[in-house]
């Protein structure tokens, strides 16, 4: 069984770098085949996929959210992390980390394992 753990701040002041990591129990980040992907749900609002990085270490963005995100990943930890920058309180949402099967990232039903979600407010 695949767990997934998200971690990091709940509150983001405005302007900084809000990170946050997913730790990985009971598979590795490695295993052929699938991606790990972080997913927010703003209040009152659909999920939007953000990005993912893909068992071999390819990182891939969403076109909205590119200039502002970066991922990275420690195979050793079996971790992967989120990095958004220059946040605003539209930031504010539920996030998620999630495994996806090869690349269909923004189909939901693609997803087999996730997170609990961790709530992060952007506010001064």
């Known amino acids: 069984q695949v767990q997934l753990q998200e971690s990091g701040p709940g509150l983001v002041k405005p302007s900084q770098t809000l990170s946050l990591t997913c730790t990985v129990s009971g598979g590795s980040i490695t295993t052929s085949g699938y991606a790990w992907s972080w997913i927010r749900q703003p209040p009152g609002k659909g999920r939007e996929w953000m990005g993912a990085?893909?068992?071999?270490?390819?990182?891939y963005y969403s076109p909205i959210l590119k200039s502002r995100t970066s991922m990275t990943r420690d195979t050793i930890k079996n971790q992967f992390s989120l990095h958004l920058s220059s946040v605003t309180p539209k930031d504010t949402a539920v996030y998620y980390c999630?495994?996806?099967?090869?690349?269909?990232?923004?189909?939901?039903?693609?997803?087999?394992?996730w997170g609990q979600g961790t709530q992060v407010t952007v506010s001064a």
């Open positions: 999630a495994r996806v099967s090869g690349d269909f990232y923004t189909d939901w039903d693609e997803y087999d394992y």
């Open positions: 990085i893909s068992y071999d270490g390819d990182a």
